[in-house]
Nanobody
Framework: QVQLVESGGGLVQAGGSMRLSCAAS????????MGWYRQAPGKQRELVAT??????NYADSVQGRFTVSRDNTNDTVYLDMNNLKPEDTAVYYC??????????WGQGTQVTVSS
């Protein structure tokens, strides 16, 4: 089992920056991919960014503005978000996938970008 605890989120003006953090605990040795998804009201959950030993992967909509990183010493993944736009407003979910394709999700944290 893996537990994910997110922090960060809140309200920011357009053009601003914000950092999200997600600390994993439990069977973190099984980690293959960690990252972030988001879900805006009335929309499906979508990939934001992920990181693995193979590198990073970003949605086109955030490429160049967001950076995902991982600290292996404390099993934490970060999402640094710059030049935020109102369309980035969503609930952001931490994501963890094992080598056996088992998935875990955080509880979600609200990010609201005002225009």
């Amino acid at each position: 089992q893996v537990q994910l605890v997110e922090s960060g989120g809140g309200l920011v003006q357009a053009g601003g920056s914000m950092r999200l953090s997600c600390a994993a605990s439990g069977s973190t040795f099984s980690m293959h991919i960690m990252g972030w998804y988001r879900q805006a009201p009335g929309k499906q959950r979508e990939l934001v960014a992920t990181v693995s030993k193979g590198g990073e992967n970003y949605a086109d909509s955030v490429q160049g503005r967001f950076t995902v990183s991982r600290d292996n010493t404390n099993d934490t993944v970060y999402l640094d978000m710059n030049n935020l736009k109102p369309e980035d407003t969503a609930v952001y979910y931490c994501y963890f996938r094992t080598w056996m394709f088992k998935e875990y999700w955080g509880q979600g944290t609200q990010v609201t970008v005002s225009s």
